[in-house]
């Protein structure tokens, strides 16, 4: 690629576009879209798209990027409309403070609750996050529970947008890999939720709290399908989801430490649910 196109000003209609994806859910969620910072989220949507994953549709990348012919040719071969912008551009545009100057647009995966539990094994957990606030927390979550072959993410409640850019970026991309299935608005009553995962899966349900519950090594985490559960950073589950739960769950801690946030809960117990399954 000898030439390159002619580069778009920041002040480009598509540009305009960019930043209402980035800032507003509802414009995320109004064009099924969903924004990538960086080259190393692109490289993960190329994979995702190659494997029937969501479709990668625009790259935007600053005329001065040391890479930018590279990525042009990338962005081609992936079947995505490839664009140059003015230097400083993604800069200015991206929600990073010192981003790397290549954005990607993908399409914003649909994944059907039931489909998603009618795909899974006998032997399977599901993470339910409920008004898991922190967008950080929710990626590091759904990342978490690619690692440790959780079948999903269902997030219901208050929980931050799973396809925000701070929750993309805590993820790693895989949110373009695993299902994940936001479920109910925020003024939505949380056990219904609940209820509909139960109801889908089959699932045995184990919630994290901060004290009094089960340690996870102690609990039957192999067997049939478990549901498992992470609350606010903040609050922990709604009591009213706590009634009804199977088990609680409480991760063993030195004596004099504080717990653990809602992240690395949610991936400790994850991982005991992976190593249980191994084990059977």
């Not at 981003?99 to 599901?126: F, G, I, K, N």
């Not at 589950?237 to 030195?254: I, K, N, Q, R, S």
């Amino acid at each position: 690629m000898a030439d390159l196109p002619a580069p778009l000003s920041g002040r480009n209609p598509r540009i305009t576009t960019l930043r209402r994806l980035l800032g507003r859910r509802s414009a995320r969620l109004d064009a099924r879209r969903v924004v990538l910072e960086g080259r190393t989220l692109l490289d993960e949507a190329v994979a995702a798209s190659a494997s029937g994953g969501p479709a990668l549709v625009e790259v935007y990348v600053d005329a001065d990027a040391p890479d930018v012919a590279e990525v042009l040719r990338l962005a081609e071969r992936a079947g995505a409309t490839p664009f140059v912008v003015q230097a400083g551009t993604v800069a200015r545009v991206a929600s990073t403070t010192t981003p790397q100057p290549v954005l990607a647009v993908a399409t914003m995966p649909h994944h059907d609750l039931t489909a998603v539990a009618a795909a899974a094994p006998d032997a399977a957990s599901v993470l339910v996050l409920v008004d898991v606030a922190d967008p950080g927390n929710v990626g590091t979550l759904v990342r978490s529970a690619a690692a440790a072959g959780a079948h999903g993410v269902v997030t219901c409640g208050a929980t931050a947008d799973p396809w925000g850019p701070k929750a993309v970026r805590a993820s790693a991309g895989a949110v373009l890999r695993t299902p994940v299935v936001p479920l109910a608005p925020a003024d939505a009553d949380p056990v219904a939720a609940v209820d509909a995962v139960v109801a889908a899966f089959g699932a045995r349900t184990v919630g994290t709290v901060v004290a009094g519950g089960v340690p996870p090594d102690a609990l039957d985490l192999a067997t049939g399908r478990v549901a498992l559960l992470v609350g606010n950073e903040a609050h922990g589950l709604p009591a009213e989801v706590l009634e009804v739960l199977d088990a609680t769950t409480t991760v063993p801690m030195a004596a004099g430490t504080e717990s653990l946030n809602a992240a690395m809960a949610g991936t400790v117990v994850l991982f005991e649910a992976a190593r249980q399954r191994r084990a059977s």
